[in-house]
């Protein structure tokens, strides 16, 4: 047996592809073992699942993937044990799950060995027989030899990317849209690149600035173009994004420094080339993450300039029928370009969550990742899926992952369908109980708009969105036209306001804050109090636009103390007695409001409740605060964690005691748009809450399949937990063992 077990690990180690190594694996070991049956399951734990990679004796059908949860069947026993499991008759386990698509119901014997490598599971190997017998020590041992042999081999294809001659083909990333796409990479060649631009002398410099002029023209009439466009379609975030870019090309001082570059004898290219990425180191050492991206922005336009500078370029209009783009950078007036019908999804060496992009991406609900380590080029017409749900990127596919995905891309669109199909229905639990679902609106409003009917009302609107895309602060009559718009779209449901949030980590390009900590700094509320003529235009602009509507709501960020609140309420009815002298009538008092972001609050919920309405919980702040992390660090970013047992056994004693004091609250932060951190809220009561337009049909599809009963259950074992993966692990076991796994692994 021992020289069987030696030709076997190397004919493994020898194989040039991972489907032909498993396919020789489960072949010669049934030789060896004499037995009917011999398969190989590889685990998947972001899904929580074994996949059957290969077997021999069963009837696996082509082109479907065999896929067993992380709990189901003998083999789910064998890999929770990390045991091994030798049974005389599989069918009188109490875990037994009988697949009829591999036609196994005559097989007896069962012996399943874990493959286990440094406490990590990697599979289960099996091996099966017709008659019904325990196998003998020997046979036991060669399988937990062989098991370790190839639980080393697994581990170091796995570490190194290669497996014999295979080189494993995955890619990490960072997801900033959700979803999963199939198709051949596709690179942009059109954009000059900072990089070809070589230094060189100006044999005219009258003639190089005439060139400047043109492509500065070019470049903004491009802009006011796409803006056009944008606010066409009802999307004016998107379009003040591009106004934006105008305004930065028509900055004086930008203008004065590219020109007096090209006096100084440069060309026209090495002009912008210097003075950008001159200005974009600059914006790199900004402490602030919004600043710092607006360098990219910078860098966008300048290869904007670079190609209306190159007569020779022209715009790329043919593109591949169906496509994933990769590039090193994405501007958003590439995005803007390029056919939304024909993009399957987007792929970014270099890139950010909240850069201008990223936004536009999520707005389209295209699936897309950034930070993704590797040569566009390498991509470049290559069969790619895109898995936005985990990061992940597989570069030509085996023809079992491929199948994989596929499957699992058309289960996507079933439940999407499903989803959109049934949007206007209320989000209602089995035993009756509702779950209000609300919008966090001013992303996609176009989406918004679509989605009217399947929302309960608006749960956040960020007042700071507009004013980050205007030139200086917008004037009383600009935020009530722009609050007006939000109210009149949802006339007959609450329309939550949040007023100006901002700060250090959150500024406004015309209103710097410098500060060593921003998280704990001049923020929200605090900025509001100490600057109340910002303050009273903006609450005087909600309260005229509520005027004709009556369903605003007032959102107060950063509270801290009583005494913000009480300061707070003061300014807001000396805004209303104005307002009401304006109308020459009197304008009644909206409903208030408080964030619960900061935890020291949840003591003074009884004091609060003397005073507002509503508490609204921002997951985002809560959470960085409970757990002292940054979550703009990138040194502390694996810290922050909205599922810490912490943070959940804290919100399970904010929602105990605005039960109990009767007060309203609700959760508007990342959580609730998320179905496994959504799934936690829900089960620890929470009835109320708020999310992007994409989210919205998902989730109340989700939570019509929820039963409460079971979901208590759930949440004792979460306040339970002692690790963050312990409580996704029993969140992700309770929904796949209810039928929800395809809310966070993709597929159904």
Same mark, same amino acid.
């Given at each position: ?319 591949? +029928? ?6 090193? #950078?994405?501007?958003? *007036?590439? $995005? @803007? &370009?390029?056919?939304? =019908? !024909?993009? /399957? ?58 199948? +994989? ?6 289960? #996507?669109?079933?439940? *999407?369908? $499903? @989803? &959109?199909?049934?949007? =206007? !229905?209320? /989000? ?321």
């Amino acid at each position: 047996m021992l020289t069987r077990l030696r030709d076997i690990v190397e004919k493994v180690a020898m194989a040039t592809s991972l489907t032909e190594a498993l396919e020789i694996l489960v072949n010669e070991t049934c030789k060896a073992m004499r037995t009917d049956v011999c398969s190989i399951y590889l685990a998947d734990h972001p899904r929580q699942c074994y996949y059957l990679m290969a077997t021999r004796g069963l009837k696996k059908p082509r082109g479907i993937a065999i896929r067993l949860g992380f709990d189901e069947g003998v083999v789910g026993a064998v890999g929770r044990q990390s045991e091994m499991l030798n049974l005389a008759d599989i069918r009188e386990h109490p875990q037994y799950k009988y697949l009829p698509q591999l036609k196994e119901g005559q097989l007896k014997a069962f012996l399943g060995v874990p493959v286990v490598y440094r406490r990590q599971l990697l599979g289960v190997l099996v091996v099966q027989q017709k008659e019904k017998r325990l196998f003998n020590e020997t046979e036991e041992s060669f399988m937990v030899t062989l098991s370790m042999q190839l639980a080393v081999i697994l581990s170091q294809a796995q570490a190194k990317g290669v497996f014999g001659q295979y080189r494993q083909s995955r890619i990490k990333a960072i997801p900033v849209s959700q979803g999963i796409a199939m198709a051949y990479g596709w690179q942009d060649n059109s954009q000059p690149s900072f990089d070809s631009v070589c230094e060189a002398s100006a044999i005219n410099k009258d003639d190089e600035k005439q060139r400047l002029i043109s492509a500065l023209e070019s470049a903004a009439a491009e802009c006011r173009r796409i803006s056009k466009r944008f606010m066409a379609n009802s999307s004016k975030e998107s379009a003040a994004i591009f106004d934006l870019y105008n305004h930065l090309l028509n900055d004086p001082q930008l203008k004065k420094n590219l020109f007096t570059s090209i006096e100084q004898g440069a060309v026209a290219e090495w002009a912008v080339k210097t003075v950008i990425e001159d200005y974009v180191e600059q914006f790199s050492r900004l402490r602030d993450l919004y600043l710092r991206e607006r360098g990219t922005d910078l860098r966008a336009l300048g290869q904007r300039l670079l190609f209306h500078l190159d007569d020779s370029l022209t715009p790329i209009n043919q593109w591949p +029928e169906r496509f994933i783009l990769v590039a090193d #950078e994405l501007s958003a *007036s590439v $995005l @803007a &370009e390029l056919p939304f =019908e !024909q993009l /399957a999804g987007v792929i970014v060496r270099d890139g950010a969550t909240h850069s201008h992009s990223a936004i536009l991406i999520r707005a389209m609900g295209i699936p897309a990742i950034m930070g993704a380590d590797v040569e566009p080029s390498l991509l470049h017409n290559r069969l790619l899926i895109l898995d936005g749900y985990r990061g992940e990127v597989f570069i030509e596919p085996e023809n079992l992952i491929a199948q +994989e995905y596929q499957q699992i891309i058309e289960e #996507e669109n079933v439940l *999407s369908r $499903l @989803a &959109e199909g049934t949007l =206007e !229905q209320d /989000a209602i639990l089995k035993n009756g109980d509702q779950i209000k679902i609300y919008l966090n609106a001013g992303l996609s409003p176009r989406y918004e708009q679509q989605i009217n009917m399947g929302v309960d009302g608006v749960g956040l609107y960020r007042t700071e969105l507009p004013f980050m895309l205007h030139n200086g602060f917008p004037s009383e009559d600009e935020q009530k036209q722009m609050y007006q718009e939000v109210l009149e779209l949802f006339p007959t449901k609450p329309v939550v306001l949040r007023t100006l949030d901002i700060g250090a980590d959150k500024q406004l390009p015309y209103m710097p804050i410098s500060e060593e900590n921003p998280s704990l700094g001049w923020r929200g509320i605090r900025i509001m109090l100490d600057q109340p003529e910002i303050f009273l235009i903006q609450l005087r602009a909600m309260l005229r636009a509520d005027h004709a509507v009556g369903n605003l709501r007032i959102l107060l960020p950063m509270i801290t103390s009583i005494d913000e609140v009480d300061e707070a309420i003061i300014l807001i009815n000396r805004a209303r007695d104005e307002v009401s002298n304006l109308l020459k009538q009197p304008v009644k008092m909206p409903q208030i409001g408080v964030m619960l972001e900061v935890p020291s609050l949840l003591f003074l919920l009884p004091e609060l409740k003397k005073r507002v309405d509503f508490i609204s919980i921002g997951t985002n702040d809560f959470t960085q605060y409970l757990l002292a992390v940054d979550r703009n660090n990138t040194h502390v970013a694996t810290l922050y964690d909205n599922l810490h047992p912490a943070v959940v056994r804290f919100l399970a004693m904010v929602y105990e005691e605005c039960r109990r004091l009767n007060m309203p609250i609700s959760v508007c932060g990342e959580m609730a748009g998320q179905p496994l951190s959504a799934m936690v809220l829900i089960a620890l009561g929470y009835r109320s809450l708020s999310m992007s337009g994409r989210s919205v049909p998902r989730m109340k599809y989700l939570i019509r399949q929820l039963d409460p009963e079971l979901m208590s259950e759930l949440a004792l074992a979460l306040l339970r937990a002692e690790t963050s993966d312990s409580v996704r692990l029993k969140t992700s076991e309770f929904m796949e063992k209810n039928g929800l796994g395809g809310f966070v692994r993709g597929g159904i």
